[in-house]
């Protein structure tokens, strides 16, 4: 059974950081694409961040270009995203997720296969 696990949510202030990581377990994601989507309350859910399967290449949502950077372990089977200089507007559930073997970046979330539960990030004023 695939399984996708995010971690390192949480709540931080403005101009903070955290580090979100995403877990797979149940297959090797090693040759796919990957991506960051979130969803804000009220809101449908956005791109944020892809990645290649190699990690040589990443996308970024205006949004978070600069601040926000994604990147890859692939014998951990881990996907990272590092966010720094947070804003409360990027408060929302973030969820990890694997698009195709041998992908590149995609931003269309119908493109992506398997997808984390989910995980709060709350930025306070």
């Known amino acids: 059974q695939v399984q996708m696990v995010e971690s390192g949510g949480g709540l931080v202030q403005a101009g903070g950081s955290l580090r979100l990581s995403c877990a797979a377990s149940?297959?090797?994601?090693?040759?796919?694409?990957m991506g960051w989507f979130r969803q804000a309350p009220g809101k449908e859910r956005e791109f944020v961040s892809a990645?290649?399967?190699?990690?040589?290449?990443?996308f970024y949502a205006n949004s978070v270009k600069g601040r926000f950077t994604a990147s890859r372990d692939i014998a951990k089977n881990t996907l990272y995203l590092q966010m720094n200089s947070l804003k409360p507007e990027d408060t929302a559930v973030y969820y990890c997720?694997?698009?195709?073997?041998?992908?590149?970046?995609?931003?269309?979330?119908?493109?992506?296969?398997?997808w984390g539960q989910g995980i709060q990030v709350t930025v306070s004023s």
């Open positions: 997720a694997a698009s195709t073997p041998f992908g590149g970046v995609t931003t269309a979330e119908r493109t992506y296969k398997y």
């Open positions: 990645i290649n399967w190699t990690g040589g290449t990443s």
């Open positions: 149940g297959r090797t994601f090693s040759n796919y694409a």
